[in-house]
């Protein structure tokens, strides 16, 4: 399906396989998403957007959504 999650150093999952993005971890939390991302065009490379929420992860994989509604994961901020 396509999602992201976190491993530990042995490799096991720590906060299992949920987001549609995922960034590093910094400070403690790291940037993600949930949602999917649809397609408005004929085809795959006209206008891609987003349907889901954006927010940040610990490391207890506790999810806390951005206050801030809208936006595209497609847009700058969103570095692996």
């Not at 999602?3 to 400070?27: C, E, H, L, M, W």
């Amino acid at each position: 399906r396509g999602n992201f999650g976190y491993i530990d150093r042995t490799g096991a999952f720590v906060i299992k396989p949920q987001f549609t993005y995922a960034s590093k971890f910094q400070g403690g939390r790291a940037r993600v998403s949930v949602g999917r991302i649809t397609y408005v065009g004929r085809c795959l490379c006209c206008g891609p957007r987003f349907v889901g929420r954006h927010g940040s992860v610990d490391r207890g994989g506790t999810f806390v959504a951005d206050e801030k509604k809208g936006g595209s994961v497609l847009e700058q901020g969103w570095e692996n």
